[in-house]
């Protein structure tokens, strides 16, 4: 080969290699998929060792993933598929909203108070409790209008979605909160827990965002990992442990404060003494900065937007 021939050489190399790149296939993979192997697995012969537990594939063996050992398992994947699902559906963000599971629409409380007053015997706390509840009662459909609020907030430019409404799933107040996001037509999210008593999620949670959890830890995670904001709405042990676990993380730092809304003062006075805890000194003053009370539905959701216009 001469000089005069070096430079051509290239240019054939580039014409063979294109010409490689559309004649040939290469496989992404060459492994079978795990639902591919599950399925031959179904397929085959019945023999004593076939048919023994240990020749389960370990994934679809649950007597081995329900074992003690396997917890750490469990945990992961408990973490791993809401993640997977919240992302699939393009939720950026959402909005939390805790609350009672007894306190009743408006409508279903009065039934309650009529129901006490014809009751026979001893009825003056049937009467008493079922009146505080009709008194409450007003938070369901506070619920739903900022369900129906935050709902609205326009997807951003990647086309996440922010403010999605999540609540624990359940009747009630949890339910209010999803049907003001089924009212409006969007999606909501349920993440509910397997209880003792037979319960289900209610009917206006998104069924691809209806989510089981067996792990209280886990559930509460998923609750504030992408919660930009909170509302809390009148409610007992429950509502309480999902509040103050919230209040001490942004009081220790643990995470960035968002907009935290307890919903009805004369309630939350009445059955949690803020002033006297700063007044023992096992919390300070400014502590109680990081809640605000509100009444209304569009008073809370101008709280967040003026936290956030605040932070731009």
Known sequence: MNDTQKPDAPAQDSLVHESDARDTHVPSRVFPRARQDAETAKTGVSTPQTENPAYRLAFQDMDFLLREDLRPVRFQLELLKPQLIMDEANIASTFVMYGSARIPEPAKAQALLDIAHAAEGDREQAIRIAERLVAKSKYYEVARELGRLASSFPVDTD??????????????????????????????????????????????????????????????????????????????????????????????????????LLYGREFWNRVVNFDALVEEGVVSAKDLKIFTFVETAQEGWDVVKAFYRDKA
Do not use: W
């Open 159 to 260: 086309g996440k979605r922010h403010f999605v409404v999540c609540s624990g799933g359940g009747p009630s107040i949890m339910e209010a909160a999803n049907r003001g996001a089924a009212d409006c037509g969007h999606e909501s999210i349920g993440l509910n827990i397997v209880l003792p008593h037979e319960q289900a999620p209610n009917p206006y949670v998104t069924p691809a965002l209806s989510m089981q959890f067996h792990y209280f830890a886990l559930r509460k995670m998923h609750f504030l990992l992408h919660a930009r904001a909170l509302a809390a709405f009148p409610g007992g042990f429950g509502t309480f442990d999902e509040l103050f676990e919230l209040l001490t993380l942004i009081q220790t730092g643990k995470i960035a404060p968002i907009p935290v």
